[in-house]
């Protein structure tokens, strides 16, 4: 590990930095300290001051019996204005020192970059830091990123949780992964996003089998092979599929059994919350909506709906006690294992339509949620369409939070519906709505 070696070996280098600053620092305040020397001896102020001071002794030391007041306001006149050039020399010498300052931290602060990311990779592995960079651009400056180094891109937020990395970097490099998707997920959830694991093989399934050809794997449960369960509670498809009729909360409790409600959605409009494809697709002109984005897809159908009307849709979802993206691969769709937190990795005016059904909530906090709907209004061309499928919020939410923040986004209403929901009576509501990023 070439590498790993070259990281510790720049500890030395760092700690010769850390002497060679102490000297610049003990040179910089030599300077500073003749320079005042030599600003008060030499600057004509300092002649005035004397000049006055033998006056002033002059004038006390022979007590005059009557004050002459002619002269003493004279004097306290001249007084006062060599108050005020002291004053603008004192400004003046203020900021000098200001500059001189400014050029001392400038160059602490090209010391100190390094310095403090080493002080927060302290004690850590060195697969992590490795996984955090710095790496040399092995072919030198790149004109293209303006630097010669680059580090790999992972969440701000895993250095806040350092036993969990330590915990998750403890791998064999080169080996199997260790299989511990919950704690990652846990670990991703939190902002360590993208994870830092990078130089392991994860298990195969035993037993895998070849997936089904389109169009049958659109609506087919997999084979059980097809994954490796043990992240899960469930251990097979078939305890997935009957899951919607256990008691207690799952995310997505149905959504495995790909007869039951999951084969009806979007297929007809009640004219309320619930909108058909059909009804979206028709707002724009024919075959206008190609590509897009399902924000937290659950099992991929909206995906597979939209495939079979040739639009191409990306699914992001967790795996919140499911295999959900690995359901939706098999099921010949696109998986993204991405929490709403990420900066969607699109570039700016490109998708058709966004879609999003229960994910995007109230439990996101309301700058989060803000920043999603700024980044799905970027990736957007112009006349693409956000559809916004029964977000959920408390009833105050919805005029005072929700619909000002979308107005402020900028995004044009094509429909609106808002309903209370039905199994609670704690003012609870749903709204879905039909979004158009403007032409222009
Ligand atoms: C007071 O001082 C002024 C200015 O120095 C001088 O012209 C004047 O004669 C002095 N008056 C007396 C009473 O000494
Ligand atoms: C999808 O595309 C195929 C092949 O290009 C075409 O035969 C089919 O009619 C299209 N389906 C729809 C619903 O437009
Ligand atoms: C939100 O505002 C609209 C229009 O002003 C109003 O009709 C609706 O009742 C309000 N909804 C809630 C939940 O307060």
Same mark, same amino acid.
Request: glycine share 6%; net charge neutral.
């Given at each position: 590990?070439?590498?790993?070696?070259?990281?510790?070996?720049?500890?030395?280098? *760092?700690?010769?930095?850390?002497?060679? $600053?102490?000297?610049? $620092?003990?040179?910089?305040?030599?300077?500073?300290?003749?320079?005042?020397?030599?600003?008060?001896?030499?600057?004509?102020?300092?002649?005035?001051? /004397?000049?006055?001071?033998?006056?002033?002794?002059?004038?006390?030391?022979?007590?005059?019996?009557?004050?002459?007041?002619?002269?003493?306001?004279?004097? !306290?006149?001249?007084?006062?204005?060599?108050?005020?050039?002291?004053?603008?020399?004192?400004?003046?010498? *203020?900021?000098?020192?200001?500059?001189?300052?400014?050029?001392?931290?400038?160059?602490?602060?090209?010391?100190?970059?390094?310095?403090?990311?080493?002080?927060?990779?302290?004690?850590?592995?060195?697969?992590?830091? @490795?996984?955090?960079?710095?790496?040399?651009?092995?072919? +030198?400056?790149?004109? %293209?990123?303006?630097? =010669?180094?680059?580090?790999?891109?992972?969440?701000?937020?895993?250095?806040?949780?350092?036993?969990? &990395?330590?915990?998750?970097?403890?791998?064999?490099?080169? +080996?199997?992964?260790?299989? /511990?998707? #919950?704690?990652?997920? %846990? @670990? &991703?959830?939190?902002?360590?996003?993208?994870?830092?694991?990078?130089?392991?093989?994860?298990?195969?399934? $035993?037993?895998?089998?070849?997936?089904?050809?389109?169009?049958?794997?659109?609506?087919?449960?997999?084979?059980?092979?097809?994954?490796?369960?043990?992240?899960?509670?469930?251990?097979?498809?078939?305890?997935?599929?009957?899951?919607?009729?256990?008691? +207690?909360?799952?995310?997505?409790? /149905?959504?495995?059994? !790909?007869?039951?409600?999951?084969?009806?959605?979007?297929?007809?409009?009640?004219?309320?919350? =619930?909108?058909?494809?059909?009804? #979206?697709?028709?707002?724009?002109?024919?075959?206008?909506?190609?590509?897009?984005? =399902?924000?937290?897809?659950?099992?991929?159908?909206?995906?597979?709906?939209?495939?079979?009307?040739? #639009?191409?849709?990306?699914?992001?979802?967790?795996?919140?006690?499911?295999?959900?993206?690995?359901?939706?691969?098999?099921?010949? &769709?696109?998986?993204?294992?991405?929490?709403?937190?990420?900066?969607?990795?699109?570039?700016?005016?490109?998708?058709?339509?966004?879609?999003?059904? *229960?994910?995007?909530?109230?439990? #996101?906090?309301?700058?989060?949620?803000?920043?999603?709907?700024? =980044?799905?209004? %970027?990736?957007?061309?112009?006349?693409?369409?956000?559809? !916004?499928?029964?977000?959920?919020? $408390?009833?105050?939410?919805?005029?005072?939070?929700?619909?000002?923040?979308? /107005?402020?986004?900028?995004?044009?209403?094509?429909?609106?519906?808002?309903?209370?929901?039905?199994?609670?009576?704690?003012?609870?509501?749903?709204?879905?709505?039909?979004?158009?990023?403007?032409?222009?």
């Amino acid at each position: 590990m070439g590498s790993s070696e070259d990281c510790l070996r720049k500890n030395n280098p *760092h700690q010769q930095q850390h002497t060679t $600053k102490f000297k610049l $620092k003990i040179l910089l305040l030599v300077i500073l300290t003749n320079l005042l020397t030599i600003y008060i001896f030499t600057s004509p102020s300092s002649f005035h001051l /004397d000049r006055d001071l033998s006056h002033y002794t002059n004038h006390f030391s022979l007590p005059l019996p009557w004050p002459n007041t002619t002269a003493l306001s004279i004097e !306290l006149r001249s007084t006062q204005a060599q108050l005020a050039a002291t004053r603008s020399q004192l400004a003046e010498l *203020h900021q000098r020192l200001h500059a001189i300052g400014g050029i001392l931290a400038k160059h602490q602060d090209v010391e100190d970059g390094p310095s403090d990311e080493f002080a927060a990779l302290a004690g850590l592995p060195d697969e992590v830091k @490795l996984s955090l960079g710095p790496h040399a651009l092995p072919l +030198g400056y790149s004109p %293209r990123s303006g630097s =010669d180094t680059i580090y790999p891109s992972v969440g701000a937020a895993c250095l806040r949780y350092k036993d969990d &990395l330590v915990q998750y970097m403890k791998y064999e490099v080169g +080996g199997e992964c260790p299989v /511990d998707d #919950v704690f990652a997920q %846990r @670990l &991703l959830l939190k902002g360590c996003e993208p994870l830092p694991r990078r130089r392991c093989r994860p298990r195969s399934p $035993k037993g895998y089998v070849d997936p089904a050809p389109y169009p049958e794997c659109l609506w087919q449960v997999p084979p059980d092979p097809s994954i490796i369960w043990e992240p899960y509670n469930c251990k097979n498809y078939r305890c997935l599929v009957d899951r919607k009729n256990q008691p +207690g909360f799952f995310d997505c409790k /149905d959504c495995f059994d !790909l007869n039951g409600r999951e084969k009806a959605r979007w297929l007809f409009d009640n004219g309320n919350l =619930d909108y058909s494809i059909e009804y #979206v697709l028709k707002t724009k002109l024919p075959d206008t909506i190609r590509i897009g984005l =399902d924000i937290g897809g659950g099992s991929g159908t909206f995906a597979a709906r939209m495939r079979e009307r040739n #639009v191409t849709i990306i699914t992001t979802s967790m795996n919140l006690d499911g295999p959900f993206n690995s359901f939706i691969a098999s099921r010949g &769709l696109i998986p993204m294992h991405m929490s709403v937190s990420q900066r969607l990795p699109f570039f700016e005016n490109t998708l058709d339509i966004v879609h999003s059904m *229960h994910v995007l909530s109230n439990w #996101v906090p309301d700058t989060m949620l803000e920043f999603t709907f700024y =980044d799905v209004y %970027r990736v957007l061309r112009p006349g693409g369409l956000l559809w !916004l499928d029964r977000f959920f919020c $408390k009833g105050p939410q919805l005029n005072q939070t929700y619909v000002p923040m979308i /107005d402020r986004v900028g995004f044009k209403k094509i429909r609106w519906n808002a309903g209370m929901k039905l199994d609670k009576n704690k003012n609870e509501w749903y709204f879905s709505a039909l979004l158009e990023k403007p032409m222009s």
